[in-house]
């Protein structure tokens, strides 16, 4: 005889309720996500802030050396403006970001690179070929052809950048303009008289 099969029992699977979410919860998630959003838009710039200077170096350290240009740009015997890119731009500097100095050729191998900035206010000096003078047109500053303080408010002679000749290039150290507070560069070091203070 055939076994008769039993019947399987049907178990009733608990239906989930779905769950009421308050008014006050909700107010609440909202409530904190704004403040992690506030949070973090504060911490930007505080973060921005104290890694920036650290940062900052490191660029130094990569783009210290900037080019001139070639050599043959700047005949012996003669001062002439150059223009370089400041390494620490950002994309909204735009002209700011051009730094004119000023490049003096005495000999094959031997030049002098000038900061435009008077060591007075930050004037642009300007080169004049025929008394062989630096003139501040601010409060009437002047420097010698060499740098060297002349007369008025400078304290001290131009700033002087330190400068290298390779591959065919003039290349100088920059990257900041140059303060009283600013290190001497090693142009000055070696030669203290022309850039020391009145
Ligand atoms: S800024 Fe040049 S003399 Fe004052």
Redesign the pocket.
């Known amino acids: 005889m055939p076994e008769v099969m039993e019947k399987p029992e049907i178990i009733p699977v608990p239906q989930a309720t779905p769950k009421k979410v308050s008014r006050r919860q909700m107010l609440m998630t909202l409530g904190i996500a704004l403040n992690a959003v506030a949070s973090v838009l504060f911490a930007v710039p505080v973060v921005g802030y104290i890694f920036g200077p650290s940062k900052r170096k490191e660029i130094k350290k990569e783009l210290s050396w900037i080019t001139l240009g070639p050599l043959t740009k700047f005949p012996e015997g003669e001062t002439r403006l150059a223009t370089y890119r400041n390494p620490f731009v950002r994309p909204w500097d735009g002209d700011t970001g051009n730094i004119p100095c000023w490049v003096r050729r005495i000999s094959a191998d031997k030049l002098q690179v000038f900061a435009i900035n008077?060591?007075?206010?930050?004037?642009p000096?300007r080169w004049f070929p025929q008394s062989g003078l630096f003139m501040?047109?601010?409060?009437?500053?002047a420097y010698y052809a060499d740098g060297a303080r002349a007369s008025?408010?400078?304290p001290r002679g131009l700033f002087e950048y330190d400068y290298k000749v390779e591959g065919g290039e003039l290349w100088i150290k920059a990257g900041q303009v140059p303060t009283l507070a600013s290190p001497p560069s090693q142009a000055c070091v070696e030669q203290p008289k022309r850039c020391a203070c009145a």
């Open positions: 008077c060591t007075h206010l930050g004037c000096v501040c047109p601010c409060h009437g500053g008025g408010p400078p």
